[in-house]
């Protein structure tokens, strides 16, 4: 009875002292007095309260105006190391408008920017949201010159130290530690979520991790051979940007078919062996509708991938068919990763991360004594820990997705380390349990593509976390000229989505989730003959 007068008293007396706007919450500290918090190894900058409205995020994030619910801002600053120094933000709902949750966001590339969008979203489902510059600003890699520990802080250090340090704001902001914890990221982000279950398995419940960039040190080797592929001696790209489409024209036509359901998507690449020598010009001709022997052979190249030229054993999966070119964005093709880029992407790995010589030659690259010396000097670059027992153990959840049309990480590395973990974890049962896979037939890089590829994984994510209950289908939409023209299913992997035989392709509904046979023959042993 007299806590409750007491809590009524204390609400009706809030306007009193003109913290109705700047209070986050009733039990919790007003959102300007959480300036003051103590964190170890963190400064916090500011503690503002943001009113409903418009919101337009720092100019160097190169963001547009927002519309926002109210929420109080944190701007923060980590220094984990003397070199560090790991800017992030903390965005946090009224009590009355909280889910109780915090969700962690993403970065993009070697991306130094805070997510403001990836933050917004969040705010507007009532999260708590955190997100970071990874401990640099801007895109390029010469942060890394002389600063090893920055590395670190890019590489995993700083979405650690971001979520832990998130968590206090959090429970100091509302009087009480958020319930749940969320990591949503794509791309590097998708690296960071999978490092972050591998590493820091303690920090989320429940991680979704898109296209991720996790096999880092290999895919920067495999852009680098993409583009010695697909370039001339002295730097042209051998295939014109324009005979992209053709390509993806070329291999649609080919394999769209073999899934039983000519949709103008290949189900799975993994299936489709179409070779550009079909589109060869005739007679040595050099035309808009045809590849010639240099371009046919690039394209070779680009599916093949990157290989060890002393074993012969692939070193990152080649792109998969269907990735060339179906947009009019360069990153719905090879063009923004491999083909436009004037040297090779993100050479300044080796540069700056790798050798430290600013003047190093991409020419130069052994890709097996160099690639060995990379795993070992930089291994906390990558993340590819195959025994995710810890965050199993506590109960964490993981859902991964990808394009099967992504032409900057290839999915069959996201599928082979899937599988690989699968393996390490006593098999596919096992491992579902806790980290399920669904792959989009179709779906570029984190989005876009001619296949359905927009979904909400964190909210199948929620109800496994919470409720308990796993995923089986997810359904993914289509939408040209923001017009919704077709659901499919994404099925759990391994399951395929298969039409039903009756109603239209464009229905999800009409879609059932099944397995089919493996891709690679079981090789059965002379007795089982
Ligand atoms: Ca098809």
């Not at 670190?152 to 968590?167: G, L």
């Not at 179709?442 to 409720?467: I, R, T, Y």
Request: glycine share 10%; proline share 7%.
């Amino acid at each position: 009875m007299t806590r409750r007068l007491l809590a009524a008293l204390a609400v009706a007396m809030i306007p009193l002292f003109g913290e109705a706007i700047t209070s986050a919450a009733p039990g919790g500290t007003s959102c300007a007095s959480l300036a003051a918090l103590t964190i170890p190894t963190v400064t916090i900058k500011s503690a503002t309260a943001i009113a409903a409205g418009p919101f337009t995020p720092p100019s160097s994030a190169g963001s547009n105006t927002m519309t926002l619910p109210a929420f109080c801002r944190v701007e923060a600053t980590a220094r984990p190391t003397s070199d560090s120094d790991i800017r992030f933000e903390v965005w946090i709902p009224p009590a009355d408008a909280w889910n109780g949750k915090l969700q962690g966001v993403g970065n993009g590339g070697y991306s130094g920017a805070i997510g403001y969008a990836a933050m917004a979203a969040a705010l507007r489902r009532g999260y708590a949201v955190a997100s970071t510059d990874t401990g640099h600003a801007g895109d390029d890699m010469k942060f890394g010159q002389g600063h090893p520990e920055k590395v670190i802080d890019w590489a995993y250090r700083s979405i650690h130290v971001m979520t832990e340090a998130s968590k206090l704001v959090v429970r100091n902001a509302q009087g009480r530690f958020a319930e749940r914890a969320y990591f949503v990221g794509c791309s590097t982000g998708g690296h960071q979520a999978l490092s972050e279950a591998q590493r820091f398995p303690d920090d989320y419940d429940g991680i979704v991790a898109g296209d991720p960039a996790n096999n880092r040190i290999r895919q920067t080797f495999a852009f680098l051979y993409a583009w010695v592929a697909t370039h001339t001696g002295d730097g042209r790209p051998i295939i014109p940007a324009n005979k992209l489409a053709l390509l993806t024209k070329g291999a649609v036509d080919a394999c769209d078919g073999l899934d039983g359901l000519k949709d103008g998507i290949i189900d799975d690449p993994r299936r489709c062996h179409f070779d550009p020598s079909k589109l060869a010009c005739r007679g040595g001709a050099d035309e808009a509708s045809c590849l010639t022997s240099a371009q046919v052979d690039a394209a070779r190249k680009m599916y093949e991938g990157v290989k060890n030229p002393r074993t012969g054993e692939p070193i990152y999966a080649g792109w998969p068919r269907g990735s060339e070119g179906f947009g009019q964005n360069a990153i719905q093709s090879w063009r923004q990763y491999v083909l436009d880029p004037a040297e090779p992407m993100r050479v300044d790995f080796f540069r700056y991360f790798l050798f430290h010589d600013p003047n190093w030659d991409y020419r130069t690259i052994d890709m097996d004594r160099d690639l060995a010396y990379a795993e070992q000097k930089l291994a906390f670059m990558s993340a590819v820990e195959k025994d995710l027992t810890p965050f199993k153990k506590r109960g964490g959840k993981l859902l991964m997705y990808t394009g099967w049309a992504d032409p900057v990480v290839p999915p069959q590395d996201t599928v082979a380390y899937y599988d690989s973990v699968a393996k390490a974890m006593g098999g596919p049962e096992k491992t579902r349990e806790f980290y399920r896979l669904f792959l989009a037939p179709g779906m570029g890089h984190c989005s876009g593509g001619p296949g359905p590829n927009q979904f909400d994984m964190l909210a199948a994510l929620e109800q496994w976390v919470e409720k308990g209950v796993a995923p089986e289908r997810v359904t993914a939409s289509h939408v040209t000229n923001g017009k919704l023209d077709r659901t499919r299913p994404l099925c759990l992997y391994p399951q395929v989505a298969r039409w039903k035989g009756t109603g239209s392709i464009d229905d999800a509904a009409n879609f059932s989730c099944v397995t089919e046979a493996p891709t690679t023959p079981v090789r059965r042993t002379t007795a089982q003959r």
